[in-house]
């Protein structure tokens, strides 16, 4: 099975192939989710090596309970809740450590910020799963102009491309409009 | 009255138009409530898409990801021995702080595994001293009373770091290891089974 074949899987097929030793299947997994596990410590204002050690863990606890996770549709409702108490572990563990006993510590409670994060998250994996559906070119130029780290240039996308520079931004445009027809197709609006 | 298409709108957004162009466009959001609408729906989109590059973790870490399933990967052809996935069914980190509890120095964290009907019982104490951890378990079966003189492994970076063997009563343990990211195995007759659990940012 090749890499373009395991993107189309749902996650119920990829943690069954996941449990069968499909080492394949676990970085397909992982590619469609690390941005939605990264992005959490992310919000929470952690340092980058904290993120690091949070999306560690999840991942760690991902593979511990992929056996619970079989008959999920969706693995993102328990990858957000999963990565939401490890921060919240991580930054209660960091106030611990830092209060002394004289201190008065204020027990908060952070359940508001934790659904705004949530719903947040959420919305962000329904734009990334629409991506996901659209087609090979429109995915490719818009993962080029917004998602590549290296942040290329027009002349290097247009390079990969294989169009005018002058092309970008029309079908940039064209793209951008069906990745909203996709999400209001799935009933998600952007506000 | 025209509206604006959802085209020009993005071009507007991006700020791709020229500035005879932007004048009737903005002429017209300040008077057309559903362009207005469409084009903070369009802005919302472009900023998500935007802000989504922030979320991308370092590549070094994605790769660590990947090679977590390294030893649960079979090879392609006859694996001799079954590996197995250890169920997390306990873990003291799953549970709730006691109210007004304050912190007193790094506590141990006790997990508890399931593969079959074998249990591994494991506890790991973090010293903050020397970067180092002790780990300790014990590993139980429910059909024979104890699993004595069975291979445990501490793997970590794809070979095994740290070897021992279960006492006479199943407990195994290994001190004060370098703090990592390890896969502790078990050897079974009927298979290995793999647990992820000691890593250096959570133990």
């Known amino acids: 099975m090749n890499a373009a074949k395991y993107k189309s899987l749902g996650d119920p097929e990829l943690i069954s192939l996941c449990l069968k030793g499909d ?18 410590p992310v919000k929470f204002s952690f340092s980058p090596s904290d993120c690091s050690d949070v999306f560690q863990s999840v991942c760690l606890r991902l593979i511990e309970h992929l056996g619970e996770l079989k008959d999920e549709s969706k693995v993102s409702g328990w990858l957000i809740t999963t990565t939401t108490r ?23 409670d952070p359940a508001e910020n934790v659904e705004t994060v949530r719903i947040q998250t959420q919305a962000e994996q329904n734009v990334r799963e629409a991506v996901e559906q659209l087609q090979e070119r429109c995915r490719k130029l818009l993962e080029l102009l917004y998602f590549d ?40 609006r952007e506000k | 009255m025209d509206h604006i298409s959802a085209e020009e709108l993005i071009d507007y957004v991006d700020g ?11 002429l017209h959001l300040a008077e057309c ?25 370092p590549a070094e870490l994605v790769q660590w990801g990947n090679r977590l399933f390294q030893p649960l990967a079979q090879p392609s052809t ?44 494991v506890k790991i104490e973090s010293m ?36 021992t063997t279960t006492n006479l009563v199943g407990e195994f343990s290994f001190d004060e290891v370098p703090k990592d990211t390890y896969h502790l195995s078990v050897d079974l007759p009927e298979g290995q089974i793999t647990l992820f659990c000691v890593h250096r940012g959570n133990s």
């Not at chain 1, 080492?23 to 959490?40: G, M």
């Not at chain 2, 409530?33 to 973790?57: M, N, R, T, W």
């Not at chain 2, 024979?144 to 794809?158: A, D, I, Q, R």
Request: net charge positive.
């Open chain 2, 128 to 163: 903050e001293s020397n970067e180092r951890i002790t780990l300790v378990g014990q590993v139980l079966a429910t059909s024979t009373k104890f699993l004595e003189n069975t291979p445990v492994k501490l793997e970590s970076h794809g070979m095994t770091r740290f070897k």
């Open chain 1, 86 to 108: 490890q921060c919240i572990h991580v930054r209660a563990q960091k106030r611990r450590e830092t209060s002394t006993e004289d201190e008065f510590e204020e027990p908060t």
């Open chain 2, 16 to 26: 791709h138009i020229s500035d005879a162009a932007r004048n009737p466009i903005e």
């Open chain 2, 33 to 57: 409530g559903e362009c207005a609408e469409l084009k903070l729906e369009i802005q919302s989109l472009v900023l998500q898409l935007q802000a989504d590059a922030s979320h991308e973790p």
């Open chain 1, 23 to 40: 080492s394949q299947a676990w970085e397909s997994l992982i590619l469609r989710y690390r941005r939605l596990i990264f992005s959490i």
């Open chain 2, 78 to 121: 006859g694996a001799r021995l079954r590996k197995l996935v250890a169920a997390l069914v306990f873990d003291t980190l799953d549970q709730p702080m006691l109210a007004g509890v304050r912190h007193a120095g790094t506590a141990a964290r006790q997990l508890l595994y399931r593969a079959g009907d074998v249990d591994v019982d």
């Open chain 1, 149 to 188: 780290p290296k942040d290329p240039s027009y002349e290097s996308i247009a390079q990969t491309m294989q169009m005018p520079v002058a092309s970008i931004g029309p079908t940039r445009a064209r793209c951008l409009d069906k990745l909203r027809m996709v999400l209001r197709r799935r009933g998600i």
